[in-house]
Protein backbone atom coordinates (compact mmCIF):
# COMPACT_ATOMS: atom_id res chain seq x y z
CA UNK A 1 0.00 0.00 0.00
CA UNK A 2 1.08 3.17 -0.91
CA UNK A 3 0.18 6.78 0.51
CA UNK A 4 1.93 9.95 2.45
CA UNK A 5 2.66 7.87 5.54
CA UNK A 6 3.47 4.22 4.12
CA UNK A 7 5.97 2.77 6.65
CA UNK A 8 5.01 4.82 9.11
CA UNK A 9 3.75 3.65 12.84
CA UNK A 10 1.70 6.24 14.14
CA UNK A 11 -0.09 5.97 17.81
CA UNK A 12 -3.71 7.76 18.56
CA UNK A 13 -4.98 7.92 21.34
CA UNK A 14 -9.10 7.89 22.27
CA UNK A 15 -9.46 6.39 18.92
CA UNK A 16 -12.14 4.63 19.99
CA UNK A 17 -14.71 7.00 18.64
CA UNK A 18 -14.94 10.53 17.01
CA UNK A 19 -12.15 12.70 15.98
CA UNK A 20 -9.29 9.59 17.09
CA UNK A 21 -11.46 7.22 15.55
CA UNK A 22 -11.65 8.98 12.28
CA UNK A 23 -7.68 10.50 11.84
CA UNK A 24 -6.89 6.18 12.72
CA UNK A 25 -8.65 5.65 8.99
CA UNK A 26 -7.61 8.71 7.37
CA UNK A 27 -3.41 7.88 9.05
CA UNK A 28 -4.09 4.01 7.82
CA UNK A 29 -5.79 5.44 4.08
CA UNK A 30 -2.46 7.12 3.57
CA UNK A 31 -0.59 3.41 4.72
CA UNK A 32 0.46 4.19 8.37
CA UNK A 33 0.76 1.53 10.48
CA UNK A 34 -1.92 2.57 13.52
CA UNK A 35 -2.25 2.14 16.70
CA UNK A 36 -5.18 3.11 18.01
CA UNK A 37 -5.54 3.33 21.97
CA UNK A 38 -8.05 3.88 24.34
CA UNK A 39 -10.88 2.59 27.25
CA UNK A 40 -13.55 1.48 25.31
CA UNK A 41 -12.87 -1.95 23.87
CA UNK A 42 -15.96 -1.63 21.51
CA UNK A 43 -15.20 1.58 20.15
CA UNK A 44 -11.81 0.45 19.22
CA UNK A 45 -13.25 -2.65 17.58
CA UNK A 46 -15.29 -0.71 15.48
CA UNK A 47 -11.79 1.38 14.59
CA UNK A 48 -9.69 -1.82 13.20
CA UNK A 49 -13.19 -2.49 11.39
CA UNK A 50 -12.89 1.41 9.94
CA UNK A 51 -9.44 0.60 8.92
CA UNK A 52 -9.99 -2.84 7.61
CA UNK A 53 -12.48 -1.38 5.14
CA UNK A 54 -9.65 0.75 3.91
CA UNK A 55 -7.35 -1.54 3.35
CA UNK A 56 -5.19 -0.45 6.38
CA UNK A 57 -3.27 -1.79 8.75
CA UNK A 58 -3.90 -1.11 12.73
CA UNK A 59 -3.97 -2.46 16.22
CA UNK A 60 -5.99 -1.69 19.52
CA UNK A 61 -4.68 -1.50 22.71
CA UNK A 62 -6.46 -0.33 25.77
CA UNK A 63 -4.76 2.59 27.33
CA UNK A 64 -5.95 5.07 30.25
CA UNK A 65 -3.62 8.00 29.58
CA UNK A 66 -3.59 9.31 32.70
CA UNK A 67 -1.46 6.06 33.95
CA UNK A 68 2.32 6.63 33.01
CA UNK A 69 2.85 2.95 33.12
CA UNK A 70 0.19 1.99 30.24
CA UNK A 71 1.97 4.76 28.45
CA UNK A 72 4.95 2.86 29.01
CA UNK A 73 3.53 -0.57 27.89
CA UNK A 74 1.57 1.09 24.66
CA UNK A 75 5.16 2.41 23.28
CA UNK A 76 6.68 -1.28 24.25
CA UNK A 77 3.90 -2.73 22.68
CA UNK A 78 3.85 -0.42 19.20
CA UNK A 79 7.86 -1.54 19.28
CA UNK A 80 7.18 -5.16 19.20
CA UNK A 81 4.03 -5.07 16.69
CA UNK A 82 5.20 -3.09 14.12
CA UNK A 83 7.66 -0.61 14.14
CA UNK A 84 9.75 2.29 16.75
CA UNK A 85 6.70 5.07 16.09
CA UNK A 86 6.81 7.79 13.76
CA UNK A 87 4.34 9.96 14.87
CA UNK A 88 1.85 10.47 18.26
CA UNK A 89 -1.76 12.12 18.03
CA UNK A 90 -3.03 13.50 21.52
CA UNK A 91 -6.26 13.03 21.17
CA UNK A 92 -8.03 11.67 24.04
CA UNK A 93 -9.93 14.13 26.42
CA UNK A 94 -12.81 14.76 28.21
CA UNK A 95 -15.09 17.79 27.97
CA UNK A 96 -18.01 19.45 30.39
CA UNK A 97 -19.75 22.85 30.67
CA UNK A 98 -20.50 23.52 34.14
CA UNK A 99 -21.15 27.72 35.73
CA UNK A 100 -17.76 28.28 37.93
CA UNK A 101 -19.73 28.41 40.89
CA UNK A 102 -20.87 24.47 40.37
CA UNK A 103 -17.33 23.39 39.23
CA UNK A 104 -15.83 21.12 42.15
CA UNK A 105 -12.06 20.75 42.78
CA UNK A 106 -12.89 17.24 42.07
CA UNK A 107 -14.43 18.29 38.46
CA UNK A 108 -11.10 20.26 37.68
CA UNK A 109 -8.74 17.70 38.65
CA UNK A 110 -10.25 14.83 36.75
CA UNK A 111 -10.58 16.97 33.63
CA UNK A 112 -7.01 18.39 34.57
CA UNK A 113 -5.58 15.32 34.90
CA UNK A 114 -6.98 13.32 31.78
CA UNK A 115 -6.40 16.68 28.76
CA UNK A 116 -3.01 18.23 30.56
CA UNK A 117 -1.46 15.30 32.45
CA UNK A 118 -2.60 12.39 29.74
CA UNK A 119 -0.76 15.05 26.85
CA UNK A 120 1.95 15.73 28.66
CA UNK A 121 2.98 11.77 29.66
CA UNK A 122 1.97 11.72 25.88
CA UNK A 123 5.27 14.14 24.71
CA UNK A 124 7.35 13.26 27.30
CA UNK A 125 7.51 9.15 26.40
CA UNK A 126 7.14 9.97 22.49
CA UNK A 127 10.51 12.27 23.15
CA UNK A 128 12.09 9.23 24.70
CA UNK A 129 10.68 6.72 22.28
CA UNK A 130 12.15 9.29 18.84
CA UNK A 131 15.27 9.58 20.97
CA UNK A 132 16.23 6.04 21.69
CA UNK A 133 15.00 4.87 18.39
CA UNK A 134 16.74 7.89 16.16
CA UNK A 135 12.68 7.83 14.73
CA UNK A 136 12.28 11.25 12.86
CA UNK A 137 9.18 12.26 14.46
CA UNK A 138 5.85 14.38 15.14
CA UNK A 139 3.82 15.17 17.44
CA UNK A 140 -0.03 16.79 16.85
CA UNK A 141 -1.53 17.97 20.37
CA UNK A 142 -5.45 17.78 19.75
CA UNK A 143 -6.32 21.45 21.48
CA UNK A 144 -9.76 23.22 20.75
CA UNK A 145 -11.16 26.38 19.57
CA UNK A 146 -11.56 26.87 23.65
CA UNK A 147 -7.49 26.71 23.79
CA UNK A 148 -7.46 29.77 22.05
CA UNK A 149 -10.71 31.63 22.32
CA UNK A 150 -12.43 32.08 25.54
CA UNK A 151 -16.36 30.30 26.75
CA UNK A 152 -18.61 31.16 29.24
CA UNK A 153 -19.16 27.87 31.59
CA UNK A 154 -16.00 26.60 30.21
CA UNK A 155 -13.65 27.94 32.53
CA UNK A 156 -11.82 24.13 33.55
CA UNK A 157 -11.98 23.14 29.76
CA UNK A 158 -10.45 26.22 28.56
CA UNK A 159 -7.76 25.87 31.07
CA UNK A 160 -7.00 22.43 30.24
CA UNK A 161 -7.05 23.61 26.09
CA UNK A 162 -5.38 26.85 26.93
CA UNK A 163 -2.63 24.67 28.70
CA UNK A 164 -2.30 22.15 25.68
CA UNK A 165 -2.02 25.36 22.85
CA UNK A 166 0.96 26.38 25.13
CA UNK A 167 2.65 22.83 26.10
CA UNK A 168 2.73 22.11 22.29
CA UNK A 169 5.22 25.62 21.91
CA UNK A 170 7.43 24.68 24.15
CA UNK A 171 7.64 21.18 23.36
CA UNK A 172 8.37 22.23 19.52
CA UNK A 173 11.27 24.10 20.62
CA UNK A 174 12.43 21.27 22.74
CA UNK A 175 11.84 18.78 19.90
CA UNK A 176 13.43 20.83 17.15
CA UNK A 177 16.62 20.31 19.19
CA UNK A 178 16.32 16.61 19.25
CA UNK A 179 18.47 14.86 16.75
CA UNK A 180 16.51 13.42 14.36
CA UNK A 181 14.55 16.72 14.94
CA UNK A 182 10.71 16.09 16.29
CA UNK A 183 7.74 18.22 15.05
CA UNK A 184 5.12 19.27 17.34
CA UNK A 185 2.36 21.21 16.37
CA UNK A 186 -1.70 21.88 17.88
CA UNK A 187 -4.84 21.64 16.13
CA UNK A 188 -8.00 23.48 17.31
CA UNK A 189 -11.34 22.25 16.10
CA UNK A 190 -14.58 24.01 16.74
CA UNK A 191 -17.87 22.29 17.10
CA UNK A 192 -17.33 18.93 15.84
CA UNK A 193 -20.05 16.61 15.71
CA UNK A 194 -18.60 14.06 17.89
CA UNK A 195 -20.13 11.55 20.75
CA UNK A 196 -18.43 14.39 23.00
CA UNK A 197 -20.63 17.26 22.07
CA UNK A 198 -23.93 15.02 21.73
CA UNK A 199 -23.21 13.53 25.24
CA UNK A 200 -23.16 17.39 26.47
CA UNK A 201 -25.63 18.84 24.09
CA UNK A 202 -27.88 15.80 23.14
CA UNK A 203 -28.29 14.46 19.56
CA UNK A 204 -31.01 16.05 18.14
CA UNK A 205 -30.18 16.76 14.42
CA UNK A 206 -31.69 20.17 14.98
CA UNK A 207 -29.49 21.41 16.81
CA UNK A 208 -26.55 20.26 14.50
CA UNK A 209 -28.82 22.46 11.78
CA UNK A 210 -28.30 25.27 15.30
CA UNK A 211 -24.12 24.54 15.16
CA UNK A 212 -23.93 25.18 11.57
CA UNK A 213 -26.16 28.14 11.29
CA UNK A 214 -23.97 29.70 13.77
CA UNK A 215 -20.71 28.84 11.99
CA UNK A 216 -19.64 30.95 9.10
CA UNK A 217 -19.36 28.64 6.52
CA UNK A 218 -22.36 26.64 7.19
CA UNK A 219 -21.34 23.24 7.70
CA UNK A 220 -21.52 21.28 10.31
CA UNK A 221 -18.11 20.21 11.70
CA UNK A 222 -17.22 16.58 10.93
CA UNK A 223 -14.48 13.91 12.25
CA UNK A 224 -13.16 13.75 8.79
CA UNK A 225 -12.51 17.69 8.66
CA UNK A 226 -9.99 17.22 11.38
CA UNK A 227 -8.89 13.95 10.15
CA UNK A 228 -7.57 15.64 7.15
CA UNK A 229 -5.82 18.60 9.19
CA UNK A 230 -4.47 15.89 11.46
CA UNK A 231 -2.78 13.93 8.27
CA UNK A 232 -1.45 17.20 6.95
CA UNK A 233 0.37 17.95 10.49
CA UNK A 234 1.77 14.28 10.92
CA UNK A 235 2.90 14.13 6.69
CA UNK A 236 5.60 15.73 5.01
CA UNK A 237 3.68 18.10 3.62
CA UNK A 238 3.99 19.96 7.16
CA UNK A 239 8.20 19.39 7.26
CA UNK A 240 8.41 23.36 7.86
CA UNK A 241 5.52 23.52 10.39
CA UNK A 242 5.76 23.34 14.06
CA UNK A 243 4.68 25.10 17.31
CA UNK A 244 2.01 26.23 15.51
CA UNK A 245 -1.58 26.27 15.90
CA UNK A 246 -4.04 25.19 13.45
CA UNK A 247 -7.57 26.73 13.80
CA UNK A 248 -10.32 24.12 11.32
CA UNK A 249 -13.15 25.63 12.80
CA UNK A 250 -15.76 26.66 10.13
CA UNK A 251 -14.95 30.47 10.92
CA UNK A 252 -16.01 30.54 14.34
CA UNK A 253 -13.15 31.43 15.81
CA UNK A 254 -12.94 34.62 13.23
CA UNK A 255 -16.68 35.50 14.02
CA UNK B 1 -0.03 58.35 39.78
CA UNK B 2 0.78 60.42 42.46
CA UNK B 3 0.94 59.85 45.96
CA UNK B 4 -2.06 61.01 46.82
CA UNK B 5 -4.58 59.79 44.58
CA UNK B 6 -6.24 56.88 46.40
CA UNK B 7 -7.67 54.90 43.24
CA UNK B 8 -8.62 51.92 45.46
CA UNK B 9 -9.83 53.48 48.03
CA UNK B 10 -12.71 51.87 50.22
CA UNK B 11 -11.59 48.60 48.00
CA UNK B 12 -10.39 45.03 49.37
CA UNK B 13 -7.90 43.29 47.47
CA UNK B 14 -6.16 39.90 47.86
CA UNK B 15 -2.88 39.08 46.13
CA UNK B 16 -1.08 35.59 46.38
CA UNK B 17 2.36 35.21 47.02
CA UNK B 18 2.35 38.89 47.68
CA UNK B 19 4.97 38.75 50.44
CA UNK B 20 8.12 38.57 47.54
CA UNK B 21 9.20 39.84 44.10
CA UNK B 22 5.87 41.05 41.62
CA UNK B 23 3.61 39.97 44.31
CA UNK B 24 5.14 42.43 47.44
CA UNK B 25 5.34 45.25 44.72
CA UNK B 26 1.69 44.93 43.83
CA UNK B 27 0.83 44.59 47.57
CA UNK B 28 2.64 48.06 48.20
CA UNK B 29 1.35 49.63 45.41
CA UNK B 30 -2.30 48.44 45.86
CA UNK B 31 -2.09 49.95 49.80
CA UNK B 32 -0.60 53.17 48.50
CA UNK B 33 -3.41 53.66 46.51
CA UNK B 34 -5.43 53.27 49.10
CA UNK B 35 -6.92 50.05 49.21
CA UNK B 36 -7.05 47.26 51.88
CA UNK B 37 -4.69 44.05 51.15
CA UNK B 38 -4.92 40.74 52.05
CA UNK B 39 -1.39 39.18 51.18
CA UNK B 40 -1.28 35.29 51.44
CA UNK B 41 2.07 33.41 50.96
CA UNK B 42 3.34 30.37 51.82
CA UNK B 43 6.26 31.59 54.36
CA UNK B 44 4.85 33.05 57.63
CA UNK B 45 8.50 35.22 58.36
CA UNK B 46 8.51 36.77 55.30
CA UNK B 47 4.68 37.62 54.98
CA UNK B 48 4.63 39.07 58.18
CA UNK B 49 7.69 41.79 57.16
CA UNK B 50 5.88 42.74 53.81
CA UNK B 51 2.72 43.39 56.06
CA UNK B 52 4.76 45.48 58.37
CA UNK B 53 6.06 47.35 55.52
CA UNK B 54 2.96 48.16 54.40
CA UNK B 55 1.62 49.36 57.87
CA UNK B 56 4.73 52.11 58.52
CA UNK B 57 4.02 53.71 55.48
CA UNK B 58 0.46 53.95 56.49
CA UNK B 59 -1.17 51.35 54.66
CA UNK B 60 -3.90 48.67 55.82
CA UNK B 61 -2.59 44.80 55.69
CA UNK B 62 -3.11 41.49 56.44
CA UNK B 63 -0.97 38.40 56.21
CA UNK B 64 -2.83 34.74 55.32
CA UNK B 65 -0.37 32.11 55.62
CA UNK B 66 -2.05 29.80 52.43
CA UNK B 67 -1.14 27.55 49.65
CA UNK B 68 -2.87 28.85 46.13
CA UNK B 69 -2.91 25.01 45.52
CA UNK B 70 -5.17 24.25 48.56
CA UNK B 71 -9.18 24.60 48.40
CA UNK B 72 -8.93 24.55 52.28
CA UNK B 73 -6.95 27.59 52.53
CA UNK B 74 -8.46 29.44 50.16
CA UNK B 75 -11.24 29.07 52.40
CA UNK B 76 -10.02 30.35 55.06
CA UNK B 77 -8.14 33.72 53.26
CA UNK B 78 -11.64 34.22 52.13
CA UNK B 79 -12.76 34.49 55.52
CA UNK B 80 -9.82 36.06 56.96
CA UNK B 81 -10.66 38.79 54.31
CA UNK B 82 -14.01 38.81 55.13
CA UNK B 83 -13.75 39.17 58.89
CA UNK B 84 -10.32 41.91 58.46
CA UNK B 85 -12.07 44.18 55.78
CA UNK B 86 -15.69 43.02 55.55
CA UNK B 87 -15.69 42.54 51.65
CA UNK B 88 -13.65 41.87 48.44
CA UNK B 89 -13.22 43.53 45.49
CA UNK B 90 -10.30 42.63 43.63
CA UNK B 91 -8.02 39.65 43.57
CA UNK B 92 -4.51 39.12 41.76
CA UNK B 93 -3.16 35.65 41.62
CA UNK B 94 0.38 36.18 41.59
CA UNK B 95 1.62 32.93 43.15
CA UNK B 96 4.06 30.49 41.42
CA UNK B 97 6.64 28.46 40.81
CA UNK B 98 9.16 27.28 37.99
CA UNK B 99 11.87 25.47 37.74
CA UNK B 100 13.59 24.08 34.60
CA UNK B 101 13.67 20.18 33.68
CA UNK B 102 13.95 18.74 29.89
CA UNK B 103 10.20 17.32 28.57
CA UNK B 104 11.50 13.57 28.82
CA UNK B 105 13.34 13.48 32.22
CA UNK B 106 10.07 15.30 33.70
CA UNK B 107 8.42 13.30 36.36
CA UNK B 108 4.76 13.53 36.80
CA UNK B 109 4.73 14.46 40.44
CA UNK B 110 6.95 17.82 39.56
CA UNK B 111 4.40 18.34 36.82
CA UNK B 112 1.75 18.15 39.25
CA UNK B 113 3.29 19.59 41.78
CA UNK B 114 3.88 23.02 39.76
CA UNK B 115 0.38 22.86 38.09
CA UNK B 116 -1.28 22.09 41.57
CA UNK B 117 -0.10 25.93 42.21
CA UNK B 118 0.13 27.63 39.54
CA UNK B 119 -2.92 26.48 37.56
CA UNK B 120 -5.32 24.66 39.86
CA UNK B 121 -4.50 27.52 42.40
CA UNK B 122 -5.90 30.21 39.92
CA UNK B 123 -8.69 28.00 39.04
CA UNK B 124 -9.93 27.61 42.94
CA UNK B 125 -8.94 31.81 43.47
CA UNK B 126 -11.63 32.25 40.44
CA UNK B 127 -13.63 30.41 41.99
CA UNK B 128 -13.58 31.64 45.59
CA UNK B 129 -13.17 35.20 44.81
CA UNK B 130 -16.18 35.51 41.98
CA UNK B 131 -18.54 33.83 44.88
CA UNK B 132 -17.18 36.34 47.80
CA UNK B 133 -17.05 39.44 45.18
CA UNK B 134 -21.10 38.37 44.10
CA UNK B 135 -21.57 38.87 47.95
CA UNK B 136 -21.82 42.56 47.39
CA UNK B 137 -22.49 42.49 43.87
CA UNK B 138 -20.96 45.74 42.90
CA UNK B 139 -18.66 44.41 40.47
CA UNK B 140 -14.88 43.47 40.89
CA UNK B 141 -12.00 42.83 39.26
CA UNK B 142 -9.34 39.64 38.67
CA UNK B 143 -6.47 39.82 37.44
CA UNK B 144 -4.14 36.88 36.72
CA UNK B 145 -0.76 36.73 36.46
CA UNK B 146 0.29 34.78 33.45
CA UNK B 147 4.01 34.88 31.64
CA UNK B 148 5.06 35.65 28.29
CA UNK B 149 5.85 31.41 28.12
CA UNK B 150 1.63 31.49 27.81
CA UNK B 151 2.02 32.83 24.35
CA UNK B 152 5.49 31.64 23.26
CA UNK B 153 7.30 28.25 24.54
CA UNK B 154 10.16 27.50 26.36
CA UNK B 155 12.20 24.74 26.41
CA UNK B 156 12.39 22.83 29.28
CA UNK B 157 9.61 24.35 31.18
CA UNK B 158 6.37 22.87 29.82
CA UNK B 159 4.79 22.29 33.11
CA UNK B 160 5.37 26.13 33.57
CA UNK B 161 3.43 26.39 30.04
CA UNK B 162 0.99 24.13 30.73
CA UNK B 163 0.03 26.41 33.85
CA UNK B 164 0.26 29.29 32.20
CA UNK B 165 -1.25 29.07 28.84
CA UNK B 166 -4.29 27.45 30.75
CA UNK B 167 -3.90 30.72 33.42
CA UNK B 168 -4.44 32.50 29.76
CA UNK B 169 -7.25 30.90 28.80
CA UNK B 170 -9.39 31.03 31.88
CA UNK B 171 -9.29 34.27 32.02
CA UNK B 172 -10.56 34.60 29.24
CA UNK B 173 -13.56 32.05 29.86
CA UNK B 174 -14.40 33.68 33.34
CA UNK B 175 -14.16 37.05 31.90
CA UNK B 176 -17.14 35.88 29.46
CA UNK B 177 -18.69 34.22 32.14
CA UNK B 178 -18.51 36.93 34.63
CA UNK B 179 -18.84 39.77 32.72
CA UNK B 180 -22.71 40.21 33.19
CA UNK B 181 -21.70 40.47 36.86
CA UNK B 182 -19.88 43.86 36.25
CA UNK B 183 -16.76 41.46 37.25
CA UNK B 184 -13.37 42.03 34.94
CA UNK B 185 -11.24 38.95 34.64
CA UNK B 186 -6.88 39.91 32.81
CA UNK B 187 -4.41 38.46 32.46
CA UNK B 188 -1.07 40.20 32.87
CA UNK B 189 1.75 38.45 31.04
CA UNK B 190 5.54 39.15 32.34
CA UNK B 191 8.30 38.72 30.41
CA UNK B 192 11.88 38.82 32.56
CA UNK B 193 11.02 40.64 35.45
CA UNK B 194 13.59 40.80 38.47
CA UNK B 195 12.25 38.62 41.15
CA UNK B 196 13.90 35.45 43.40
CA UNK B 197 12.16 33.44 40.52
CA UNK B 198 14.32 34.91 37.52
CA UNK B 199 17.65 34.65 39.27
CA UNK B 200 17.98 31.45 37.35
CA UNK B 201 18.24 33.29 34.14
CA UNK B 202 21.77 34.77 33.46
CA UNK B 203 20.76 38.97 33.11
CA UNK B 204 23.82 40.19 31.72
CA UNK B 205 23.46 37.89 28.53
CA UNK B 206 19.80 38.13 28.31
CA UNK B 207 18.93 42.01 29.45
CA UNK B 208 20.98 43.40 25.87
CA UNK B 209 18.47 40.80 23.84
CA UNK B 210 16.00 42.49 25.09
CA UNK B 211 13.94 45.98 23.07
CA UNK B 212 14.05 47.76 26.27
CA UNK B 213 17.76 46.69 27.29
CA UNK B 214 17.15 45.91 31.11
CA UNK B 215 14.85 43.31 32.93
CA UNK B 216 11.43 44.53 34.25
CA UNK B 217 11.34 45.34 37.94
CA UNK B 218 8.63 44.14 39.80
CA UNK B 219 7.52 47.40 39.81
CA UNK B 220 6.01 47.45 36.00
CA UNK B 221 4.02 44.63 37.12
CA UNK B 222 2.37 46.15 39.83
CA UNK B 223 1.59 49.45 37.65
CA UNK B 224 -0.17 47.23 35.14
CA UNK B 225 -2.01 45.73 37.92
CA UNK B 226 -3.06 48.46 39.40
CA UNK B 227 -4.18 50.06 36.01
CA UNK B 228 -6.53 46.85 35.56
CA UNK B 229 -7.80 46.51 38.74
CA UNK B 230 -8.62 50.22 38.67
CA UNK B 231 -11.19 52.56 37.35
CA UNK B 232 -9.40 53.19 34.43
CA UNK B 233 -9.46 49.27 32.89
CA UNK B 234 -13.48 49.60 33.79
CA UNK B 235 -13.93 48.78 29.89
CA UNK B 236 -11.00 45.99 29.63
CA UNK B 237 -11.94 42.17 30.30
CA UNK B 238 -10.59 39.06 28.89
CA UNK B 239 -8.00 40.70 27.78
CA UNK B 240 -3.46 40.16 27.93
CA UNK B 241 -1.27 42.66 29.09
CA UNK B 242 2.04 41.70 27.89
CA UNK B 243 4.84 43.45 29.82
CA UNK B 244 8.22 42.23 28.53
CA UNK B 245 10.10 44.76 27.32
CA UNK B 246 9.73 43.57 23.74
CA UNK B 247 10.81 40.52 24.27
CA UNK B 248 7.81 38.56 22.59
CA UNK B 249 7.27 41.03 19.60
CA UNK B 250 10.94 40.41 17.94
New interface residues.
Given amino acids: MSGKLHGRTIIVTGATKGIGQATAVALAREGAAVVATGRDEKGGEETLRGVAAVGGEAIFLRHDIRH?AEWEHVFAETEKRFAAPYGLVNNAGNFFVK???E?T?TN??NI?EIN??GT??G??HA??SF?SSGQAGAIVNVSSL?????????????????????????????GA?MNPRVRVNSLHPGVIWTPMITAQFGDDPALADAFAADTPLKMIGLPEYMADAIVYLISDDASYVT?AELTADGGRGAD | MTETSKELAGKTAIVTGGARGMGRAIAALYARAGANVVMTGRTRETGHAARAAIEESGGKAIFVTADQGS?ADWLRVIEETHRAFGRLDILVANAGQSFPV???D?S?ED??RL?TVN??GV??G??HA??SIRRHGEGGAIVLIASI??????????????????????????????GAEKIRVNSIHPGFVRTDLSAMFDEKTLAPLVPLGRFGEPEDIANAALFLASKRGQFIT?SELVIDGGWTVQ
Fill in positions: EPLATEFDYVEFLIKFRAMGQVGFPDAIAYCATKGAITAMTKSAALEKG | NPTKMLFRNLKFLLKAEVGKIGAPGFIHYSASKGGVRLMAKAAALELG
